[in-house]
């Protein structure tokens, strides 16, 4: 069996860590049977209930996975390729913009219930893990196949481009009907941060050219490098190891942040209807149990000369260290700062049509609706580099009084045929929905660029 060369085993865990990871854009979810759960994608949706009340900590699951620039197979597939060449060509065809997301959240409470005949009320908490890197294409091939063979090629450690976050939420909304055509909502949220890892504004490059004194000449220019973290370690730096101070953080623990959503339904008539939202507009501010570390300055290092002298031995490394650390300083802080939440915008047109039908809604009176729909929803996070635009047609279907079925059709970053699904169905008070992404792909799982799952059970009292 052919040995993994060690000097690839950085870039392999690299890989294994950005496989399936995605943006999270909840298409299906979105605007879909009046869930509960869609007003925390569009606090200005519409509703018809009294109440409702999340089956504490199985209310709403979600879990999203995708990937850019590679899949499982590509490394692992037995097809007779030896690794290392498969990673090889994967590094290759990897750019900047490849990218790993993770996202993953989980509704501990989720209520809500009508306040009068406009607004009603809803309220929850739910902790979420997100993780948003690119792909630092330079310093990996830095450290992977070293300088020797890149003469006057740079390396630009502005590519260190992550953020890592696992946090709670609590939020309280209310959606309120101003005319019969229009309905508006907002929602506040206080994020408690129990872990954040995150490197942004880096700049600097490296780069080897030929020497005057020596073989070659190595200059580390305009170097400004930082890693902020908090939550990682106790106030005697120590590395915090107990799980259980983590999630006891993302309830109002000492790193707090406030944000908020606003959203709108609108009618064009009986059955043109559009939807916009803007969520997660907001930051967290981490002052305890934060550690960060900064290097900053410019260096040009053309080897070491030697000169034996047995009466005055130098220790020449330690020169050298010396040298180096005061021209580009390297420094550690408790400094507090601020980390913004990656604002996500939705927009929808929806057109109904299909047999027209009636129910009684809260108040009693009753409400005219289609049985069919079909429309246009747009999805974009904004990112560092550049926003990330996802496109989606749908198709709704009401098979019965209680059952409802959605079918999404998106391109995005990572497919261009990514073919969704979901059905919500009530079995007396209780909701039951779930929702897939990708389905195309479900045979061949290691061959999908993006996977998701989203499920959940309600009380709703109508």
Known sequence: MQKLNMKKVFFLFFIVCTMQSYSQNKQVLYNFAELPQTLLLNPGAENNYKFHIGVPLVSGFSLEIGSTGVVVSDIFAKDNVPINDKINTIFNKLSIRD????????????????????????????????????????????LKEGNSAYLNR???????????????????????????????????????????????NNSGTFTTVD?????????????????????????DQEIIDDPATYLGNTFFGSNLGVGFDVGMTYHFSDQLEFTGSIVDFGFMKHKNN????????????????FDYDASNLTNYWEELSSDFKEKVPYGENADSYISWRPTKINASLR?????????????????????????????????PLSPMLALTGFYEKLISQKMHAKVTYTIDDYSFYNLGAGISTQIGKVNFYGMVDN?????????ANNISVQLGMNVIFN
Do not use: W
């Open 99 to 142: 990218h790993l997301k993770i996202n993953f959240q989980m509704e501990v409470l989720n209520g809500g219930f009508r306040y009068n005949d406009k607004n009603y009320f809803s309220f929850g908490f739910y902790e979420e893990i997100d993780v948003f890197s690119y792909f630092p294409k330079d310093p990996i091939k830095l």
């Open 439 to 447: 389905i195309a792909q479900f045979g061949d799982i290691s061959s």
């Open 351 to 383: 057109y109904s049509f299909g047999e027209k039908r009636s129910k009684i809604c809260y108040d009693n009176r009753p409400k005219d609706f289609y049985t069919d729909a079909f429309g246009v929803q747009l999805y974009s996070v904004f990112r």
């Open 154 to 200: 740079s390396f630009d450690f502005s590519q260190i481009l992550y953020k890592a976050d696992v946090f709670g939420v609590l939020h309280f909304g209310v959606t309120r009907i101003v005319s019969k055509k229009l309905t508006l909502g907002g929602r506040f949220k206080i994020y408690s941060s129990a872990l954040n890892l995150e490197s942004s």
């Open 211 to 235: 020497g005057t004194n020596n073989i070659y000449a190595h200059h580390l220019d305009n170097l400004d490098v930082n890693l902020k973290t908090s939550g990682i370690v106790n106030d």
């Open 290 to 305: 934060v550690k960060n570390a900064s290097a900053t300055g410019s260096y040009v290092f053309e080897g070491i000369g």
